[in-house]
Structures are given as structure tokens and as C-alpha cells.
């Protein structure tokens, strides 16, 4: 509720056309919906044009339909995010219109596609063929959040001139997701490259001192080209979410 | 045995009713019983108002079974945490009256139920869904030990307003526990909305840098507002516990 | 700015008094004092039972000054925690019925000698002498936010009879800090004596693998007995606040 | 140099204006000027719409200098971050021209006022006084790459009232910086608010297990908020710059 | 091979009895079996006065077999830790005279009941249930190298009377092995009592902050007793060994 | 492309035999084939005198044959390391000349047997049984690029005249490769015998504070001896690179 | 207080020769003077075969005059351990016949010199120069607690024949203390020569992954010899006193 | 003393040219020479093809300047690393013929200048200006070994084309030295390039997750390159030695 709703309530408490006691109610009751296990919090996607995403580890799939089914009374497209296969089975066989990415474990309901709201275009770049889940998990949410996205795959810095044949591609693209595990380096790289904010994605691929990804993520905190943010381990999600949000900018 | 017991047993030796021998092995013979692999601490709800718990992991069922049987001959409530379902099962194979809750892992025996002791109510908040079993086993201890119990769970700082809601309840609460995973962020907010003690249990939800509760925890330890106290990751019991101890008081 | 409040704005409102506008701007205008590099939160007492605490560490002592003198206006105690000793003195220059403690590095200023608030009488142990600075830093707080404390330091576990001594004073206080460095053992034996809340703090006191007190910490979050609660390592300040907190439950 | 670049070279060899050796050599000759202890990138302006800034901790003044005059040959804005005051002075001593401001150890050189390249504002927001340094370092960054900047600090999740009292200028801002110590929640609440894409900037601020901001960092990695992305700790000009990037998507 | 050895063997070449070839070679030769996957050392129990002993895990059973056999030939107690029960199945099925022991997963072979050769009693105290196979791994490797050895289980500091309970056997002991888990309180205390070596063995019971054992490790090292000394993460076996190795000192 | 090809393309356009656009396309087009999942790096065997190796892990069978069989068309040597029993039957399903190693769990094609490249003998040494299968993946893996390699397993510091036994063979040696876990101590006391380059390489053998290999890789950095560097954690197939290239310098 | 005195205490009640309350008042009195910044634990000498040593860091030169005086009332021998120059010249001020050793920084008071007690030597190695002033301490300490002592310095494992040059002091030791920084291998190579207890001591010396200590400690805690025990990194003083312990098993 | 010596004294032993008596000796007697802190080890450039190498930091001046004149008798090049100016200048008023570079912190001594060991040219590359005086430690130490060495600083990867205007000088080396900080990705790129072992070194260069260097460390060991070995933190000295040795393969 913002300043603007406050004062058309307060013009109605002081015209008469509303009470002061169902006006404090109205002030007070924000849009919230409480099912007992979750507080649905409807005016997300009011608040910041894209509604509430679920989380789906550590949920049971009947928490998982039971909210979905709440959201998608209000919303026009609902996620849910790390939904394993079997959780994804159950889901579907309530809800047989969404779909599910296997890739990304991403399970996806709308009422209609996508409408463009980004601007340019979403580049996603993964430094290895294992990074490919957490890649389709960005490009899938950036898909999902009305974006034009594209994505190539498998270009770490270990033979660079493969990252160097896609020059044209970085060069025009808006946004860039680079995705990369082990020692995290391509995201500094293309940083170097290009004049756009490049969002870093560190995953768990690697062993040793990877660190389940720790290595990967400090690195890419420690990137020296400054047009770099991070997010969490594995969360292409975030970093797709947060690819969406700077191209609407 | 404390000062009083220990003069009574001196001025029985001194008029001869107990011998030497006899009072030097009763002052030496503390309340404790051998059972091989546990020595039971009878003496433990003379001393903290409330009788030792049993942590079922990494006993088994027959110890769980073999330690209830003996403190059930002394107490009127017994706990067992951290059990599971197949250890519950062969334990209320064993003693049918006991009850299991599957979401907080917790065996609870009685002989009736609690009587009230802590004066105020104790409110437990947690900051998602998947938080629900943690903040389960703390509503269920606080229970256990004679307090009025209430809970709201999924009001996180991502939607902040879905706390707000729930403002009263949170102003009139003695105690307050918050769990919270992730970034463990809600006991700062919490506590920076009363002047009441605040216990944060941090969990190991999240993923990647969650490191499995350790950033929750340390975050909840710098919390900026100072009513913040803290019990260890996953720790509801701990929490449940140490509300109970405060709320009698 | 709780609810009955609203109402009353609101009912200003309605019949007149107030206009929209005007309204408008008191509900927004929440009590906080802009001074450019600080918010000063004036509700914090009215909202929490004790004014905002200064701390000082990071701070100008311009900026202490200017923050004190600001809630010296609205407050009958100020205190300032973490304030080295130059900078204490340049606090007194200017504000010269503060006084200073050295040990707990703390600025108090009050209009008046603390009104007792809390039921009981608080007792703060320390395991050893160089646990000290922080066992004071908790008497202090304990004290100014109007509170009986008493303290008993180096009483560790290396001569456990030393803690025996005082088992009088531990039986029959209300709420117990117990501050420790090194292995961090005390706060586990003690509570493991009392049935009330032990609020433990963690000591940077030690070497090697004290690890600046994080081992202590861990050992007190791992503590056996269920009665601790931990606060942050060094915080002597936190654990006096909530012990205070705790006693007026 | 691009792919149009390089048709022009070979076009100019196909008719025979230019030789191969020549051509050869151009090609080769990537745009950077080695000075012994420093290779400058002066193509970066060309390529990122900024140029190189110096990171002064760990080099001497005179290397400073040394890379600020070649750089002040080809471009209109030099900066030169982690400029303790002694180093500053030297600077300014050759450079007059150049400012410096002390609490963001900040050197700055430009020919002319920067010209505006950012299409909205610029939020920057602190938890704590403490923070400011950090705070203003990202401030000079973005306004140095030609923005519109505005900032608010000391409104940490204490007293979460402060912040709401800014919701309008938080509501307006095309990109936030949030800046926070301690247990870093500031930039979640922040997100959950709005919209917009926010920075998130974790400092050193704290004590005990803040860990040097290893707590704020991986609590702000760990966000319930999904619109947030983040750089190292207390790297208050990666957050500027990156803010300034994203504002001209 | 020893100053004497050598000098022996010089002596038969300065007297011809031994040619230089053969010498040579003899003292080129060390005691020692290639076996292909292993080095048997077969001059340890002369030089150390107790066999190599094998430890289980990352060796096939077949391995495991192949040593034993080896050993078998010269030796009058061969041990196996860490031996699962499948592989201690296999084993017994190729050497049927092997006991098994499956709480501390151990395989014993031996051709005569030990010789007592330890001077006192060795004491084995463990804090909780949990600790036992830890305990039970150290009992066993002190008792198989010759030494009288006592136990006593469950004595851990949240109900410290039920240690003072053992005094007398506490105090009798000349070595102590105390083993702990969660915050690793006990070996503190106990060493606080005797003046006798104790050897502390940190086991990975507990959950969260136990972080595996590594808290309860730390704390032993920072044990504010003097008489303390440490060895690995559930090493029981060291510990017994270390133990029976100052027995006889 | 290096500078002698680019003149070649260079002349080629001058004297008329290539176009301006097939030139700029041939420079640009780096010799890397995209097969959606994966950027096959063609040139790393010109580069590097040995093709791209494929890891294994993450990876499923249907993508390391699909790579392979790309690769057998270019190559004499395909390895696919980290390949477990189940994805290696797959491969050899498909590609039955292809040989496993069920130890170092390595897939390896060959078109004829490795050609000798390296000038000496490289030497593989590990301290433990348990470390045989990362020795034999350093073994395979510098066989497969053309080395003479010989191998001693199980000669640890704990009996250290079992290393001495092998001391002509450790002289000789043009490269060593040691291989230890737990305290990682082998490499520095090889290395302090021989004026030849020791690789290192930690294993995860061990428990407790072994930190899955942490402690030997941190050992092993620290070596008072000079001629060590280290490898990842397990890096058997790196060592064995490693080695090969420096027996080839 | 042992089981015999209480039954003298008792018998004493019984022939009326003690009152009650003046028994149980000696009883509850323990041993221990209360000097308020430290509780002196007098009994300790009786208890544990020496008396209580004062930890100098973190205690003023005043606080460790005042422990020392009223020790010195007691016992035969008094030791301030990490005692800097400063507070040792004002310890010497006040108590002349005290001793320093600045390498060790241990203050040394003693009424006679010490009486032999230990009954074999003990030996003290350190793997480097820079290893020292903690070997020194080991020194010291043992000798103060009344034991022959013998130390060879710099013998680390770069050289390993350095060692072999002290076989012979090395076999006829009853106990040895190793102290190594770096990756402290040294100890697991002795205790593989010996069947004697080795007490290791990590030490903060070397750089980067030394991790000030927590490498060569986590490298002496895995070691693959059975006969190693560990105190905390630098504790020379721990060592010592414990090698006094087992010397007189 | 190699198996060849041995036969020597024992067929002297045989023929009688030597007594039993003096070959024991003899044979014993390995060649260190004990000066009370340092056993110098004097068959080091015998055994490794160069000296020891005195490690400054933690010793005195005093003991430097003792070592170096004991080693002037028999070598003829002496270095001492890590050894800070103030130290130096002590150094080089008693020995003046020794020269030190303040950058490396190295003292250098020899008798003449070096004689070319190595066959190729070994070529270190530093990512950036602060990197310099770790670079420079290499330098000098592969220098003073015997080989060629060249240097290029500042080429790090956020503006790769710096690096690749040197491809003709890296595809030449026959080994190189990579030191970077910050991400530390370097080596990555520059091993991608070539066929030729490169030793990483990590520096503590950096700021925030850093790390003081673990995070360039932990990139450079998961180098997705394989021909790279790594040596500890800022171990310069390490490098080039390890490089020396590759060298003369």
C-alpha cells in the first residue's frame, strides 16, 4: 500500500464514505493469504512485477500444489524452483497444464506466454557442459519474466578462443549470465570484454578445493573487472531473476 | 545434595542415628543410575524443574526403550528428540501411551497432561515453510514443560508485511522464539519491534552459502538489536527449552 | 506507531480536526531524528524499554557526542559502548557528567541513578581473570537498565571446587552470564546446576586454536545442558541487555 | 579492436594502402602502453564506456603518477581508489588538479564536470554510521561515471522504521546500492520492497563472527530476495560502478 | 638395524667372515615385505614393540586378508580397524580364529591371550550413550597391547555429580583416555582432578556447530587443564594406543 | 592461429587468392566445433601436444560418447577420466576398443600404442594402500602421453626406511609424482632426498581433521622442502599431465 | 578433598572432638583464596602434583604480582608463562630472585631448585630455528617440574639425515616432545622410529596455508604413526607439563 | 652418502685401510654441522644440485649472518629470503660483498656469477603491479640457480589482449612462472595457451574474500587447465626453485 492508496482512503474516512474502523482494518490487513504452512504473499507481484516463486526444497509436493494452486487465481504464470522429478510427477498430476524442466528441475504454469518487457537480449554463457543445469535454470526464469535470452554453453577460459568465436553475440547482448564452477574465472573475462553488467554464477561442479563451489564464488567476488555481481552456488534462478530486473531498467 | 541435605546427615552422625561409614557412602552416593550405557540423571528435575531429555541420536531404539523404562518409574513427562520414525515405531511398540510427532522427530510420554508454570505465552515465529519441523520441536518442548504455546509460520523479511500483520500477538508475547534459515535475517527484525527476550534458531535450509545454518547462525549473532540470544542450527528443543526456562522466570 | 494510535489520527480525522494532509504526514513521519550520518531512533525506548545504545567502535567522537547529545535531550540514560579511551576523553571534555569505564571501555551518562525494573537479582561468573573486561561490560549494561547484579570472576573449570564455593549465590539468582574463553566449559557445568537462563558469552581470550573465540562459542552452542543461550563473542553489552530483558519477563 | 576494425586493415591490404608486415604488426599491436611495473588498457574506455581505474593499495605513489599521467593523455576521468591520505598527497602534489576525498580514500582527476550517461537515479543506502566510508566510495564511483546519485544512511533493521520513512526516494530509484556490516539483512528487506535491481555491498563493519563481513556477505548471497546481486566486501566502487552499468542497460 | 647391528656385520667383513657384497646388501635391506598394494613393515613391533596395524577402510577385504596373512607368520596380535561388517565377515570366513568387535568395528587375531604389560590401570571415560564405540575402539587397542583397562560411559557434564561418583577410580588410574563429542567439556574437568596424563579423543557426535567433531576437538586443545593431550576425531584407536604406549613408560 | 598462419592468410589476400570476407571469416572461425552441449577445443592437441581430456563427472554416457566419437576422428588418444563402472560399460557399449580402468576410473582410446615422447623415467609414489587409485590415474594418465612410468605403493613416513629401499629408483628418476594422504608428509622427505621436481598430490584418505584432503594439501604447500608444487585434492590425472610435460621440457 | 579426609572429618563429628557446623563448614570450604580479579586455587599442588601457573597474556604486571605473592606463601616453584619484557621487568622489580628466559617469555620463581622426580629424560626437538622459543618453553616447564631434559634444534625433514645423527638420544628418551611449524612432519617420522609417547606441538611459523599453526597441528593430529598425541599450536608450556605427567607414571 | 660410498669404506674395511671403529664412524657421521640453532645442512647442493636456503623471517640477524658465513666455506652462492631491510643492512655490514633487493627482500652472496644451468629460458608473468615483488623473488632465485629468466608484469585477465601481445615470448619459455592474486585466473589462461608446465603462484594481494590469497590459491589448484602445478601463497622463492629444477629435466 502506498502513499497515493493511503490518501484515497483517508479521503473516503473523511467524506463518510468509509468508517474508521474498517479503514483501519483495510490499512492494517496487507495481501497476504495465510494457508496454515505459508503466508502467500499476493501483492508481490503488485509490489515488484513479478509474483512470489516457489521454493520447492524442503516442501512437501502437497505444500507445493496447495500454494500454486492458491497463486494461480490471481497470477498469470507461477514457478517453482529445485522441484525434484517425483515432487514434479505429483504436481503435474494435479495441475496437467504446467510444465517441467527436468534439466533445471524447474516446474512452470502460465496462463498465456510470456509478453516481452526486457528490452535487449539476455546472454546466458556456461564455462563447462556440467554447468548446463544451473545455465537453463537462468534461462528458463529470464524466459519466463518476458525476455528475449540466448545461451551458449561449454566456453571456459581453458581453450579461450571458443568464448572469442561468440564475440559478436557478447558484444550486442544487454545483460550477461555467465555461469562457471572449478576456478570461476570466465566470468572475469568476459567482464573484460564488454561494457554491460554481467551477472556471475557460481556452481558446485569440481572437486577438492572447489569447495562446493566456495572457490568459484570467491573468485568471482574477486573478479578484476568491475562490472561483475554474484550471486548464491548454483542459483541460476537469482541470477535470472536479477538479469530481468536490469532489463527493464 | 545441597547444604541443608548435607547438615541433616552431620547431625545424624552426631547423635549416633547414622554410623561413619554408612553417612560417608550416602554424601559420596549421588543420585544417579548405571545402566551400563547411560548413567540416568534422576536428581536432574529435582535440581532444573524438569527431568534430563533423551537425544535419540546415535542411540538405539532398545537404549531409547531401556532409558524411558527407568526415568518413567520417577517423572511424569519424558522426552526422546531426534528419533526416528522407525526408532518411534519400536519404541511405542514397547510403550503404547507414548505419542510421536513425525515433523519434530519427538517421542513424548505422560503420565498427564502439562500443568501450567510459565506466566506468559511464548510465541514462536518462523520465517518459511520448510523452517516448520525446527520451530516444531520448540513449540512441543515449551509444551511439554507447562506453557501456553502459539505459532506463525512462513513471515519472512521477503514480504515483510505478512509479519506486520501479526503485530499484536508479537507486542503481547513474554517470550518470543524466531527460526529462521537462509539469511536468518527476521530475529533482528523481530527484535528490534519489542522489548522482549528473543531466542533465534537458525536452520539449515537454504543452499550454497547457507552453509548448511552457519551464515544464519553468525547473522543472528550480530544481530544489531541486542535482545537476541541464540541456540545452536536445528536446535528447536534447545529453543523450546530456554523459553520455558525464562518464561517462569 | 501501534494501533490505537492510528485510530486516534483516524478519528481525528474524521471528525476534522486533522486534515488529510496533515495526517498523512504524522502516519509517515516515523520517530526518527535525520542528523546526516545518523537515523537516531527516539520510539526505541518507548517501543523497547531502553533507549538506542551507541556504539562506538567505527564512530567519530564527533559523531558519539552528536548522537548523545541529541537522545540526551529525550533519554535519562545514554551509554556508549566500545569507546577507547581517547576518545572517551574527548566525550568528557564535552559532555563532562558522563563517566567512563575503562575495563569495559563504556561512556554512561544519566540524568538520574537507574530505578530498579528487574525482579531478581542477575549474576554474572567469569571462568577466568583476562575474561574480565567483557564479564564488566555486562554488569554495567545489567546495571544501568536497572538491575541487582552481582559478579564472581576465575572460577573456570581447571579447579571446579572454585565454582562449588558459590553455589548459594547461583542457586538463588534469577538469570545467569557466564563468561568464558579458551574450551568455553563453564556456562555448561554451571548450567548444568541451575534450573534458570544462562545466558553465555564467548571470549576472544586465548591462543592458537581459540581461534579469537570461536571455539568457545561453538562449545557453548554445542553446550549439553539445554538452559544457554549464546550471544555474539566479546559481547558483554548483548548478554546484559538480555539477561535485563529476561528479568522483568 | 572488432571485426570491423579488422575488415578495414584488410580492405586497406586488398588495395594495397597498407603492406602485410604493417598490417601484421597492427593486428598485433593490442591497445595497451607498457610501462615496465604496469601494462595501461587504454582501449578499455573504448571497449566498457570507462576507463581503468588505478587500485592504489600496493602500489607506491610514484607508480600512481606514473599511470595517472599516461592516462591523462587519452581520457577525460581518472580515478584511483584505496588512496591512503599520505599517497594522496604525494598525488596531489604533482596532480593539483586532482581531489581526494578521505573518507572513501578516493584520488579524482577530470578535465571536465562528468556528463550525465544514466537515465534514473542512483539510490545508495547504509545500515549504520559506520558503514558511510563504504557508502561514499560507491556514491563517487557512479557519479564520477555520469549519474544522478542520492544517498540515505543509517537505516538498519533495528528500528525498520527509518527505512520506511525513505519509501518514496526507495520507491523512485532506478538501481539501489545497499550497503550494510553486521548481519547484513538491510539489502533483503530493501528488495522485498521493490522492483528494482539492488547491489548489495557487505563491509567489515562488526565483530566476533562477522568474520571481517563474511557474515553480511554470505547473508546477502543467501537473500530471501531474489532481485539482489553482490560484490566483495566493503567494495563500495565495484557496487558503484556496477550500478553505473546497470543504469544505462 | 642399530649402531650394534651394523658394527656386528663390519666386524664379520673385517674378519672375512662376510663378504663386502653380501654386507652391502644386508644393510641396504631393510625389514620390510613388498606385497604389491602394500609395504609390509615388519621390523615395527621390534623397533616400536607393537605391530604395524592395519587400518580397514579404503582397503578391499581381499587386502585386508593378504596383510593379516603376511603378518600371521610373524606376529602374536594382529589388528584391523575400521572394518565394516561385510569386510570382517570375509575376513573371518578365510581366518575363522579373528574376532570381530562391531561397535568398534574392529578385527583381533591373536595366537595367546596378551601379556600384561602396562604398570597400571588405563581409564576410559566417555561423556555420552553416543561416544561408546569410540571408547569401546580404545579399550580394545589398550587391552590387545597388554594393559588392564576399565570403562565408564554416560558421566558428561550436564549432570557433572554423576563423575564425582568415580572419583576413587578416577583417581587410582595412571592414564586417562576421556572421550567427548558436542562441546568436548569432560577431558577439561577430569584433568582438573588427577594429576595424571590424560588423552582427550574428540568424536563427531552432535549436530550444527559440532561441525563434525572440529568444536569439540578445539575445545579439548584449549583445555584450560594443563594435563591434557589430544588426538584425531573418533581416533579411539590412538588414543588406546597412545595410552598403552605411556603405561609402560 | 599463430602469427606465421596469419601472414600466410595475409599474403594470400594481397596476391589476390583470398577474399576479403573468406579472410576475415577464416580468422575468426578458431577451430572449436559446438555440438550444443559442449565446444569440442580441435586445436588443443596442436596447442598442447595432447588433446582435450574429457572429465567425466557431471557428465552423462550419451555425452562423453558423443564427444569422443567427435574426438576419434581427429585424434590417436582419447581419455575420459571420472567415468564410474556403469557410464564406462555405456561407452564401451558403444565404443568397444575403448579400455577401463576400474581403479583410477578412466576410459581410454587409443588408435595404436603411445609413442615414447618424455626423455626419463617418471616415478609414482604413494604413501598408503588406500592412495593406489589416484597413483594410478597419475600412472595411466603420463603413460597415455608417451612416458616411461614406474610406480611404489605403500611406503609412508610411519616406517621410513620402507622409502629407503627404493633409493636408486627415486634417484634416477627425471620426474616424481607422490601421492599422500592424511598428514600429506611423503613429498617433503622425497623431495629432500632428490635434485629432481616432485609433484604432490593430497588425497582424501583419512578422517576426522584429514578435511577430505585439506590437511595434506595444506601440508604439502608448506613443504620445508623447495622442489614440491601441488595439484588438487584426488588429482591424480593432473600430476600425471603435469609430469609429462616437464619430462618432455 | 578425598574420600579420607572426609571420613576424618566424620570421625571427628563422631567422637565430638568437630562440631557440625564447623565441619561442614570445612568441608564446603574449599581450597581456593579469593583475591576478587582471581580465585587462587591452592589445593591444585596437592591435587595434581604441582601447583596452579599463572597465564601472563591478558593479565597486568600488577595482576600477576599480586597471583604470584600469594602463591609464593605456598608452594616451592611458581611459573608466569607468556610474560612480555615489559611486565616481566616489573614482576623482577617487585620479586628480584625471579628468573626470565626472554625466548620462552616465562617468569621462573623458586624457593630451591627442583628435585628429580621424572625417571627417564625427556627430549625436546624442533624441526627449525624459528621453532625455538616454543621448544624452549617445553624446556623449561619440564624442568621445572623436576625432570632431566636434553633438546636438539633445527633436525626438520628437508634433511632427514640431520635427524638420524640423534638416534641414539632419540632411542634412550623415555618421552619425546616434537615442535614443528610449516607442515610438521617431523613428529610423525619420529614417533616412527620410537615406541615411546611423542607429544607434538604445532607452531605459527611459516606463511600463506600455514593458517598460523592449523596445518601443522592438523597434519600432527592425522599423523599415520599410532604413537602421537597433540597439544595447542604454540604451547610449549602444554607439552612440557604434559611429557612431566607421563614421565612419572 | 649414496650406496657407492658405502662400498668404498666397507671394501677399505675389508682390506684393512680402515678400522671398524672409524668406517662406524664414518658411516654415522652425515654431513650436517651443528652451531646450536641451526644444523646446517651441508650435503644439500651435493644431494639437490644447490644449497640451502636460509628462510629470514623468524630468525635474527645474528643467526642469519652465522649461517651464511658457515655456508661462505663451502658454497658459492648463499641466499636468504624473506629477510626485511633492517635485517639486511645488519647482514651486509658483516658480509659487504652480499647485495639485497628490497623488493624480493632477498639477500644474495656469491663468489662468482652464475654459471648457465638451465636450457631454455624460463619467463615469469605477473597479473598486476602489486604482484611485482613476489614475481621478482622468482626471478631472482631461478636467476641465481643457473638459469635465463624474463619477466612481464601487469598482464592480468581484464583486459586479456595485454597478454596476448606476449603470446611470441610465452610460446617460446620452456617454463613459466604465472603469479596473480585477486581471482588468481591467470594461470588458467596462460596454461591454455601452451604446451608447457607453468608454476602458479598465488599472492595475498586483494581485499574482502580474498582471503589473504586462499582464493586465488583454491582457483589456481581447480585450474580447468591441466599443466599447472602450484606452489604456496606468495612463495616466490618456491616457484622459481621448482622452475630451476624443471628446467634442467
Known amino acids: 500500500m502506498d502513499q497515493h492508496s493511503l490518501k484515497k482512503i483517508l479521503e473516503a474516512v473523511a467524506t463518510g464514505k468509509t468508517g474508521v474502523e474498517e479503514a483501519s482494518r483495510a490499512i492494517h490487513r496487507t495481501a497476504c493469504e495465510d494457508i496454515q504452512y505459508a503466508h502467500i504473499d499476493h501483492h508481490r507481484s503488485l509490489r515488484k512485477g513479478f509474483p512470489e516463486v516457489i521454493y520447492g526444497q524442503g516442501k512437501t509436493a502437497g505444500q507445493i500444489i496447495g500454494i500454486m494452486e492458491k497463486m494461480m487465481d490471481q497470477e498469470s504464470v507461477v514457478l517453482a524452483t529445485r522441484t525434484d522429478a517425483a515432487k514434479a510427477q505429483a504436481v503435474r498430476n494435479k495441475i496437467p497444464e504446467a510444465t517441467y524442466d527436468a534439466d533445471a528441475q524447474m516446474v512452470i504454469w502460465r496462463k498465456h506466454p510470456p509478453i516481452l518487457q526486457g528490452k535487449g537480449t539476455i546472454l546466458i554463457l556456461s564455462a563447462g557442459?556440467?554447468?548446463i543445469p544451473v545455465?537453463?535454470?537462468?534461462?528458463?526464469?529470464?524466459?519466463?519474466?518476458?525476455?528475449?535470452?540466448?545461451?551458449?554453453?561449454?566456453?571456459?577460459?581453458?581453450?579461450?578462443?571458443?568464448?572469442?568465436?561468440?564475440?559478436?553475440?557478447?558484444?550486442?547482448?544487454s545483460v550477461l549470465v555467465v555461469v562457471a564452477g572449478m576456478e570461476g574465472a570466465l566470468p572475469s573475462v568476459v567482464a573484460g570484454m564488454v561494457g554491460r553488467p554481467v551477472i556471475a554464477v557460481p556452481t558446485s561442479v569440481g572437486y577438492g578445493v572447489s569447495l562446493g563451489g566456495l572457490t568459484a564464488l570467491f573468485g568471482m567476488l574477486n573478479s578484476c573487472s568491475s562490472n561483475v555481481a554474484v550471486v548464491n552456488i548454483d542459483n541460476g534462478f537469482g541470477a535470472g531473476y536479477m538479469a530481468a530486473m536490469i532489463n527493464r531498467v
Chains 1, 2, 3, 4, 5, 6, 7, 8 share one sequence.
Open 135 to 173: 545455465a537453463r535454470e537462468a534461462f528458463l526464469t529470464a524466459e519466463a519474466m518476458g525476455n528475449k535470452v540466448e545461451a551458449v554453453y561449454d566456453v571456459g577460459v581453458a581453450g579461450i578462443h571458443r568464448l572469442f568465436r561468440h564475440k559478436e553475440m557478447i558484444d550486442t547482448a
Open 129 to 131: 557442459t556440467s554447468d
